[in-house]
């Protein structure tokens, strides 16, 4: 395939926004489409959110901030995917979303481009099939937040060519990302294994055995996580755990994938975490906590 100047990333949520920031900053022209103008300009308010703390931080200048700024664009016209030399999907985990978006991104993208997903917990093989090129489909699994941890699942579906794996392979330098190569299997290593600490520590607090912020000053203290469990989930969206919890146990038809009935609770009364405010903690519209909330059981 040409060189990959230009990636379009499909979805601006915590992922996308994240994704696109990092392929921003690494010197791809980025293009984040969104499906509607409102959505767009939240998640390019996000990415500079997230660059102004950075910079706060001395972790860039100014001048980085600019150039990433200036190579990223939102848009809302599924066109782009014409000028597209690779696409990084994250729409939300719904398996029917994700086909719709293969096979518009199959019929607007150049024959040689290769689709990535970033799916956690769904089958690429699936995907892929709603597609003209199942050979270059491929699953480009990143962990939250994306620009700060250099982590990248790089997933093989059924029909996925070798020449597509070595060549997102090649390109993850350029990010400056680890790449785990994995087969397809729900959840792959990252998800599998996290969901499972965090329904844990939703077990442990719904029996009362400590408060939410003590859980996660456990794990933060005592096993050196940047963040606790807890606050992992509010950051990952209660909702978005539950549906990958499910997902898992449906798959797997193994009791310990079945998600605490607090996870389920908090869902219900739209407690989402950061994307809500509100979560097992409080945080501001910019994703800060702004509170160090007890747990609720």
Same mark, same amino acid.
């Given at each position: 395939?040409?060189?990959?100047?230009? %990636?379009?990333?499909?979805?601006?949520?915590?992922?996308? *926004?994240? %994704?696109?920031?990092?392929?921003?900053?690494?010197?791809?022209?980025?293009?984040?489409?969104e499906?509607?103008?409102?959505?767009? *300009?939240?998640? =390019?308010?996000?990415?500079?959110?997230?660059?102004?703390?950075?910079?706060?931080?001395? @972790?860039?200048?100014?001048?980085?901030?600019?150039?990433?700024?200036?190579?990223?664009?939102?848009? %809302?016209? $599924?066109? %782009?995917?014409?000028?597209?030399?690779?696409?990084i999907?994250?729409?939300?985990?719904?398996?029917?979303?994700?086909?719709?978006?293969?096979?518009?991104?199959?019929?607007?993208?150049?024959?040689?481009?290769?689709?990535?997903?970033?799916?956690?917990?769904?089958?690429?093989?699936?995907?892929?099939?709603?597609t003209? $090129?199942?050979?270059?489909?491929? @699953?480009?699994?990143?962990?939250?937040?994306?620009?700060?941890?250099?982590?990248v699942?790089?997933?093989?579906?059924?029909?996925?060519?070798?020449?597509t794996?070595?060549?997102?392979?090649?390109?993850?330098?350029?990010?400056?990302?680890?790449?785990?190569?994995? !087969?397809?299997?729900?959840?792959?290593?990252?998800?599998?294994?996290?969901?499972?600490?965090?329904?844990?520590?939703? =077990?442990?607090?719904m029996?009362?055995?400590?408060?939410?912020?003590?859980?996660?000053?456990?794990?933060?203290?005592? =096993?050196q996580?940047?963040?606790?469990?807890?606050?992992?989930?509010?950051?990952?969206?209660?909702d978005?755990?539950?549906?990958?919890?499910?997902?898992?146990?449906?798959?797997? @038809?193994?009791?310990? !994938?079945?998600?605490?009935?607090?996870?389920?609770?908090?869902? $219900?009364?739209?407690?989402?975490?950061?994307?809500?405010?509100? @979560?097992?903690?409080? =945080?501001?519209?910019?994703?800060?906590?702004?509170?160090?909330?007890?747990? $609720?059981?």
């Amino acid at each position: 395939m040409a060189d990959i100047q230009h %990636i379009v990333v499909i979805g601006g949520g915590t992922m996308g *926004q994240g %994704i696109a920031e990092l392929t921003a900053s690494k010197g791809f022209q980025t293009t984040l489409l969104e499906k509607s103008n409102e959505l767009a *300009q939240q998640a =390019y308010h996000h990415i500079e959110v997230s660059l102004d703390k950075k910079l706060s931080k001395w @972790g860039i200048t100014p001048a980085e901030k600019k150039s990433t700024l200036s190579r990223l664009e939102v848009t %809302i016209d $599924r066109e %782009i995917l014409r000028q597209a030399d690779f696409v990084i999907e994250s729409v939300y985990e719904d398996l029917e979303t994700k086909k719709e978006v293969f096979d518009t991104c199959d019929q607007l993208c150049r024959p040689d481009v290769i689709l990535a997903s970033n799916t956690s917990t769904l089958s690429l093989t699936e995907i892929a099939a709603a597609t003209r $090129r199942p050979d270059k489909v491929i @699953g480009l699994h990143f962990v939250h937040p994306v620009p700060k941890i250099p982590l990248v699942e790089v997933v093989r579906g059924l029909k996925t060519s070798q020449q597509t794996v070595d060549a997102v392979v090649n390109l993850l330098p350029q990010l400056e990302l680890e790449g785990i190569e994995v !087969y397809e299997s729900p959840g792959f290593v990252t998800t599998r294994l996290i969901v499972l600490l965090i329904n844990e520590a939703l =077990y442990t607090l719904m029996e009362g055995v400590a408060s939410a912020e003590d859980i996660d000053r456990a794990m933060k203290i005592g =096993y050196q996580f940047k963040a606790g469990p807890l606050e992992m989930a509010d950051r990952f969206g209660l909702d978005s755990v539950l549906a990958a919890m499910e997902r898992l146990f449906r798959e797997f @038809g193994d009791s310990k !994938y079945r998600p605490a009935p607090l996870l389920k609770k908090m869902v $219900r009364a739209g407690h989402l975490g950061v994307k809500t405010g509100e @979560g097992f903690f409080r =945080y501001d519209e910019d994703g800060d906590r702004i509170d160090q909330e007890e747990g $609720r059981s």
